[in-house]
């Protein structure tokens, strides 16, 4: 069975970094996406990055492009998501998230797998 744990989440400030992690087990992940996603209170999921376990590409929404940075580390099963220049809006529950395949996917709806979540706060 497939299990996510996140980790890492908690209170910056603005401009401050954070780092995400989510500890995959269950499976081997080479063939598999992982993503990165986010509900704000009020809003829909949506979705933030991902990377392909086998070869490492990744995929970013433009809201994060060139502040997030998604890796995996292959040794610890784990992937993890770095967070620079961190802003207000950025605040929310960020959800680890795993799909079979070796296409880059970018809707909640694609990912089977899910981890409970870990709350980014970050004060203006």
């Known amino acids: 069975q497939v299990q996510l744990v996140e980790s890492g989440g908690g209170l910056v400030q603005a401009g401050g970094s954070l780092r995400l992690s989510c500890a995959a087990s269950g499976r081997t992940f080479s063939s598999y996406i992982m993503g990165w996603f986010r509900q704000a209170p009020g809003k829909e999921r949506e979705f933030v990055a991902a990377?392909?376990?086998?070869?490492?590409?990744?995929y970013y929404a433009d809201s994060v492009k060139g502040r997030f940075t998604i890796s995996r580390d292959n040794a610890k099963n784990t992937v993890y998501l770095q967070m620079n220049s961190l802003k207000p809006e950025d605040t929310a529950v960020y959800y680890c998230?795993?799909?079979?395949?070796?296409?880059?996917?970018?809707?909640?709806?694609?990912?089977?797998?899910w981890g409970q979540g870990t709350q980014v706060t970050v004060s203006s």
């Open positions: 998230a795993a799909v079979f395949g070796m296409v880059v996917r970018v809707r909640v709806r694609e990912y089977d797998y």
């Open positions: 990377i392909r376990w086998s070869g490492g590409s990744t």
